[in-house]
């Protein structure tokens, strides 16, 4: 049975290692018969979460503020699997990222019983640089009925605008999309 899947690429370097890796989760799951949308964060208009609490006095269906996330969490909502892949900066997710997450506040009741995966980039090469960041995914999920980590790719020791060509992780990538 094939699944909708929801890759949210948070990289603000189109192309850049982690998007690329997102594509080859992509290209992974299509050939086994999945539905794929790719949404590259950087093209999206989000602003920061202004803790208004619009959202908790509107039961968790809708944000005072007019711009893409309103979008991109309805997609959240729809997709069966849930794919966050972030460049590593300063041992922690991107900003581009923790904003989106900050922003599902409005819809987080709404975003139940997901397969999430997550895709990570960082130019250190001690695959511990890594383990804030799962962490704080971690945390996020936490807060979602049902979701469930399904696995996750930690590429190291990547920096440079196509150095993730020379690793394995782009098979890795295409593995883990192609089995879920």
Known sequence: MSKK????????????????????????????????????????????CTGCGFCNTNDYTACSQKDDAAEILDKMVGADVIVFGTPVYFYTMCGQMKTLIDRCCARYTHINGKEFYYIMTAADGNSAAMDRVIEEFRGFLCCLDGAEEKGFICATGVWQKGDINLTPYPQAAFDSGKNI
């Open 5 to 48: 899947v929801l890759i949210i690429s948070s990289s603000p370097r189109k192309g850049g290692n982690s998007d690329s890796l997102c594509d080859k989760f992509a290209e992974g799951a299509v050939s086994a018969g999945n539905i794929v949308e790719k949404i590259f964060l950087k093209d999206k208009h989000i602003n920061y």
